[in-house]
């Protein structure tokens, strides 16, 4: 047999079984969208194989993706590895109409243009909870994904204090909800109650508050055990959402606009804190991928905060970038 017909059969016996097994495992969720598809299941068997045959060209068998959005040649899938230095490759340029950028020798980040993302994402439903970081978070999100024309609303709809969001994208069928939860003990009872119909993609986030209303490491430390057991219960079926985790960011002491966040938030305090939250991530065993918001807004620095807590478009812009880019190392594809 020549080689080519051989693996084209290898090829198609592999299609069968990187396309069936998580059909099987995602079950009727399967038809809701193409993230479901290349979700946690796809992710299992995919490192699987990958494991098993580590040279075997998978990108080949997936399907390709809006091939005319992009002009550069389609780049092959990153390997897994790739997760660990998508922080690294992040550059800020403040005061730069291209405020940030990746550069990385071997694992080539970039960022996802509105119609990368919409693409990606299409058929989603994505939950952010959290505080104010969370927001803007959100916020970076939609600018990425709404008409320009469309985000000025979405803005201050978004932005009412202390109150719910959400918003149905008709255009890539995306369902985004800001569900309001400052404290620890918020996302717990959410990730309990598992929303229904249940998120293909969860970014949670909090610290602020408690760190200036309660003020205890240590009690923070076991509130976030708490919302990491009940992340940790999220299992199949239906497929458990993509979970992220929103670090906590770089607090710039003297900016800070009360005499009592001064105080309470100092910087001892504001890095023990960043610490445990880190926990949540995966390289601590947690369940989250951990959105590192504390080393992008050092690197961004001062320049890019105004009230020393919450910083400019450019921080969130890169987190959801970071959080793309993950997503689709996650699901083998390139857009
Ligand atoms: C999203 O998916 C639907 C159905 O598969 C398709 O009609 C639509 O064009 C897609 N939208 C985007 C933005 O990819
Ligand atoms: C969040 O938790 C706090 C403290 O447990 C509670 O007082 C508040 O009502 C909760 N808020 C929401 C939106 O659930
Ligand atoms: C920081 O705040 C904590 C708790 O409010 C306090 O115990 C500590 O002394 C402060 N540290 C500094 C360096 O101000």
């Not at 969370?134 to 978004?158: G, H, I, M, T, V």
């Not at 800070?256 to 023990?272: A, I, P």
Request: glycine share 4%; charged share 15%; hydrophobic share 40%.
């Amino acid at each position: 047999m020549v080689p080519a017909a051989a693996a084209a059969q290898l090829g198609a016996l592999a299609a069968l079984l990187v396309i069936f097994i998580p059909m099987a495992m995602a079950g009727y969720h399967l038809s809701r969208n193409k993230m479901l598809f290349f979700s946690g299941a796809l992710f299992i068997s995919l490192a699987v194989f990958v494991h098993l045959t580590p040279y075997f060209p998978l990108h080949f068998l997936l399907p390709s993706t809006s091939p005319s959005t992009s002009s550069s040649p389609p780049l092959p899938p990153l390997p897994l590895s790739c997760l660990t230095s998508l922080h690294t490759s992040l550059h800020f340029h403040p005061n730069t109409p291209t405020s940030f950028s990746f550069s990385s020798a071997s694992c080539h980040f970039r960022p996802l243009s509105p119609s990368s993302a919409s693409d990606l994402l299409n058929g989603s439903l994505i939950l952010i909870a959290g505080d104010s970081q969370s927001r803007l978070f959100a916020l970076s999100l939609l600018a990425l994904l709404l008409p320009p024309s469309d985000l000025p609303p979405a803005e201050s709809a978004l932005f009412r204090r202390h109150s719910d969001y959400q918003i149905s994208i008709p255009e890539s069928s995306i369902d985004l909800h800001f569900l309001w939860s400052p404290f620890e003990s918020n996302l717990t009872s959410l990730l309990r109650t598992t929303p229904s119909p249940p998120p293909d993609v969860l970014v949670a986030g909090s610290g602020l508050w408690h760190m200036l209303h309660v003020n205890d490491p240590v009690h923070y430390s076991r509130q976030l055990s708490a919302v990491r057991a009940a992340a940790d219960l999220l299992l199949p079926p239906p497929p458990p959402p993509h979970l992220f985790w929103l670090g906590l960011p770089e607090l710039v002491g003297p900016m800070l606009n009360t005499e009592e966040k001064r105080e309470r938030m100092n910087l001892t305090v504001s890095r023990r804190y960043e610490r445990e939250g880190r926990r949540m991530g995966r390289s601590s065993g947690g369940p989250f991928f951990y959105l590192d918001v504390g080393m992008m807004t050092r690197r961004c620095g001062e320049a890019c905060t105004a009230d020393g807590m919450h910083y400019d478009r450019a921080v969130y812009d890169a987190a959801v970038q970071v959080m793309l880019n993950a997503l689709l190392i996650e699901s083998r594809q390139r857009v």
